[in-house]
């Protein structure tokens, strides 16, 4: 079959024959995809109706988040009908040959005798939803994304910890009783929480995941790392897919239950799916990860090693996703630190030089994806993990110089994707843009990375733009978040971590110096639930040494600890630093 991509051409031969547009969104991970792709679509009967009726375009939903967000249904493969200008016509998802034979038909039919009929309807639907995306429509309507008819508050946070504690399993962990994802969100904003109230609900819901994780089937305990999800609630007959962020962030929850809670199991898990990242996914000729590995039953059910190798390893996707690969830097930064092991720091350090040279313009942002050239630029999800990353990077390091990226990344993202309510678009505005793709989103989820990488630029940058924006983003969900349930885990983490303002510790001295280094190491080792680290060398960094007050060097090498406009001590004691910074986040 030939297959186009999503662009112009494709609805322009639409156009010209007068036909509708067969859209198949896929995953390159997705067993029902392939199937579907190898079985269904290349039998003869279907392939000659698409060929005679259609306009056919293939996309890869993770390559292609933007369409996969207007245009999926039930989950990939979705088999989507459109007419010429990209509105939907009807949504399937996995048919056999006959069946979707039969809906082609079908479709095709209705819209070569009703074309006029289906314009008039499409065309009052785009008029409708051009006048809900006016900023007088958002403003005036309750129940519209985006609205300010509520405050932020702390009581955002406590009503989210209700709904984590109230839906989490009390026998397996995590939460769902039917399929199970680990939600390492919920996992962090629970930690956070116990840190913070002493909840013991929270600490054993984290305890009790993390413990029935690394021992379910969803945990390949041979090679390392987690597969996408489990089928039951006791984290077996798992999908043998692998995906590097949903790794990276799995990872990262078990480094900071090592840091808080010292159990050595936690540690190993972490290792394990480490080891896994960088044996299986890391392309050792650039230092960034694939995407993902594929689904294999057989392979992941083999229990040795030497099996395994004698039957061969799932094919890896080999695309490099830029938001993919930030999250796993901010999860290598932390194990460089929590293990103790700077080959996982300068893995990190690897793969945000390759993201910054290959999928960095200063005009655009980040690019998503890079298959030896980068593609789509400006998605929201891309800046704000790229954006959390390198505020990780600066902290763990010393180095400042990669702030002036942050900064674009955060500037332009307040230019090109802010909304009239103070949120987040998930893409550019594109006035070329047809059917679903001019809707543009405002995810929850999204918004809230982003709020939270803001409001550590903004104590890095001393920039206090950074937080407005950041309170901004946040406030246009006030009204909604609640029909999210224990979803929005990450946003409750933001909203917290404004109110309950990071411990800063500026660590003042010549970064390659001895004290000055142990001094950052010290830092950053224990458990602190929210923390921003920054080291300022009086010469290097004179122009943040003038915004701190410290424009000329000190005698000696000094860390001052603050929370807000407070400070509470200084010290040039790396043994002490850990408990001056609990005293601080505790208030006393």
């Not at 397996?172 to 909840?199: C, M, N, Y």
């Not at 029935?212 to 897919?241: C, K, L, N």
């Not at 995407?291 to 030497?306: F, I, K, N, V, W």
């Not at 809707?439 to 407005?468: F, K, T």
Request: proline letters at 4%.
């Amino acid at each position: 079959m030939d297959w186009f991509e999503w662009n112009d051409e494709a609805f322009a031969l639409a156009r010209e024959r007068g036909c509708p547009v067969f859209l198949f969104v896929k995953a390159s991970w997705c067993r029902w995809c392939r199937e579907l792709e190898d079985r269904v679509l290349s039998d003869e009967s279907v392939a000659a109706l698409l060929a005679e009726r259609y306009v056919s375009i293939s996309v890869d939903k993770d390559r292609r988040p933007d369409v996969e967000a207007r245009y999926t249904r039930g989950g990939w493969p979705t088999l989507a009908y459109l007419d010429d200008t990209g509105e939907v016509l009807a949504v399937d998802n996995f048919m056999e040959t006959e069946e979707l034979a039969t809906r082609l038909e079908l479709v095709a039919t209705y819209f070569a005798e009703s074309r006029d009929e289906i314009r008039e309807r499409l065309e009052r639907e785009r008029e409708e939803l051009d006048r809900l995306e006016r900023p007088e429509a958002i403003r005036s309507s309750p129940a519209a994304l985006g609205t300010r008819n509520a405050s932020l508050s702390l009581d955002i946070v406590d009503d989210v910890a209700r709904t984590v504690s109230g839906t989490a399993d009390p026998i397996h962990g995590g939460w769902g009783s039917r399929h199970k994802f680990p939600h390492p969100e919920a996992i962090d904003f629970a930690l956070v929480r116990w840190s913070q109230t002493g909840e013991q609900v929270m600490l054993d819901t984290v305890r009790r995941t993390l413990r029935r994780m690394q021992a379910g089937e969803i945990h390949d305990s041979v090679e390392g790392g987690f597969y996408r999800y489990a089928t039951q609630p006791d984290w077996s007959v798992p999908h043998h897919e692998k995906m590097l962020d949903s790794n990276a962030q799995r990872a990262f929850a078990y480094l900071d239950a090592t840091q808080a809670l010292g159990e050595e199991s936690f540690a190993r898990t972490a290792r394990g799916v480490l080891d896994w990242m960088t044996e299986t996914l890391l392309d050792e000729s650039n230092g960034a990860f694939r995407g993902s590995q594929d689904a294999d039953a057989a392979y992941a059910h083999l229990d040795t090693l030497e099996a395994r190798r004698a039957k061969g390893a799932p094919p890896c996707d080999q695309t490099i996703f830029a938001n993919w690969n930030a999250q796993a830097v901010t999860t290598l930064l932390k194990a460089g630190v929590v293990l103790d092991d700077v080959r996982w720091t300068q893995h990190a350090l690897d793969t945000i030089d390759f993201l910054l040279e290959h999928l960095f313009d200063e005009r655009t942002g980040m690019y998503h994806y890079f298959d030896g050239a980068p593609h789509l630029p400006g998605m929201l999800s891309d800046q704000a993990y790229t954006l959390q990353a390198l505020v990780a990077v600066t902290q763990y390091t010393g180095r400042n110089e990669y702030l002036s990226a942050a900064e674009c990344l955060a500037k332009l993202a307040v230019e090109h994707l802010k909304s009239d309510s103070g949120a987040f678009y998930d893409t550019r505005h594109d006035p070329g843009a047809r059917g679903g793709m001019r809707q543009r989103n405002r995810s929850i989820l999204e918004n809230a990375v982003m709020a939270e990488g803001l409001l550590r630029l903004s104590c890095l940058a001393h920039d206090p733009d950074y937080e407005d924006s950041a309170r901004e983003a946040l406030s246009a969900f006030v009204s909604d978040y609640r029909r999210y349930g224990h979803y929005v885990s990450g946003y409750a983490r933001a909203v917290d971590l404004l109110f309950n303002e990071p411990v800063r510790v500026t660590i003042v001295g010549p970064r390659e110096d001895p004290l000055t280094r142990a001094l950052a190491r010290a830092a950053l080792r224990p458990y602190v639930a929210s923390r921003v680290v920054q080291t300022i060398d009086p010469i290097e960094d004179a122009e943040l040494g003038e915004k701190l007050g410290v424009a000329r060097p000190l005698e000696g090498v000094r860390a001052f600890i603050q929370r807000g406009r407070e400070s509470y001590a200084e010290t040039s004691d790396p043994v002490r630093l850990p408990a001056v910074m609990t005293r601080t986040e505790r208030g006393s």
